[in-house]
């Protein structure tokens, strides 16, 4: 029998605890402005564009530092073409003042040292090229690198509104005012369209 009523007792005390909660949330509930229930939405949406942002960002920066690594290692070899081409052409001058009418060598010598300039002339338009080709494949790839920090920038501005956008809604939630609430989705509104410019910018090259 005791045990019966302590049962009723401790089910009395529950329902009285519970059932306060419940009127207060309640009356909570229904004077909040109507606005409120769009803060959580808002800010999800948010936060997740921002983790996007981040990744993307990080992203761009690895892609900016292979093109420039690319970039230095064609800049090291159109230096070795030139040299090559620079030592080809001393090379060749050495052997061609050698081989002037007044020069006392036999004509065995000249004729081994006139194949060898021939030689030597004959490769030079290949060191040429290829330094020439190589100096165009590093500026394709600064070009790259270029482009790729000014996503990165316009892609950290968008973040930083977009940030800016949560921590007004998360104000205006705290405060109940709805100008602040509209500045959060304004500041949100203006990241999403300058991350969708530069998003689509790189696609349509713009």
């Not at 997740?48 to 093109?67: D, H, M, P, Q, Y």
């Not at 061609?96 to 010598?109: F, Y």
Request: no cysteine; net charge neutral.
């Amino acid at each position: 029998m005791l045990k019966k009523k302590l049962s009723v007792l401790i089910r009395k005390a529950v329902v009285s605890l519970s059932e306060p909660e419940k009127g207060k949330k309640s009356t909570h509930d229904a004077n909040d402005p109507p606005w409120i229930q769009y803060v959580a939405m808002l800010t999800g949406v948010l936060a997740a564009l921002a983790g996007f942002l981040v990744v993307r960002s990080t992203t761009l920066t690895n892609k900016a530092i292979f093109e420039s690594n690319q970039a230095i290692l064609a800049q090291a070899q159109a230096s070795d073409a030139w040299v090559e081409y620079q030592a080809d052409s001393i090379k060749a001058r050495i052997i061609e003042t050698q081989l002037l009418p007044s020069s006392p060598i036999s004509a065995e010598d000249k004729a081994v040292l006139k194949k060898t300039d021939e030689d030597i002339r004959g490769r030079q338009p290949q060191s040429k090229q290829l330094a020439t080709d190589e100096e165009h494949e590093r500026a394709m790839h600064m070009g790259k690198v270029q482009d790729h920090m000014e996503q990165k920038d316009l892609l950290e501005y968008a973040g930083l509104a977009v940030q800016l956008g949560i921590a007004l809604a998360s104000v205006a939630a705290m405060i109940k005012r709805r100008i602040v609430f509209v500045a959060g989705v304004a500041a949100g509104s203006a990241g999403i369209l300058i991350a969708a410019y530069t998003m689509l910018g790189h696609l349509v090259g713009f």
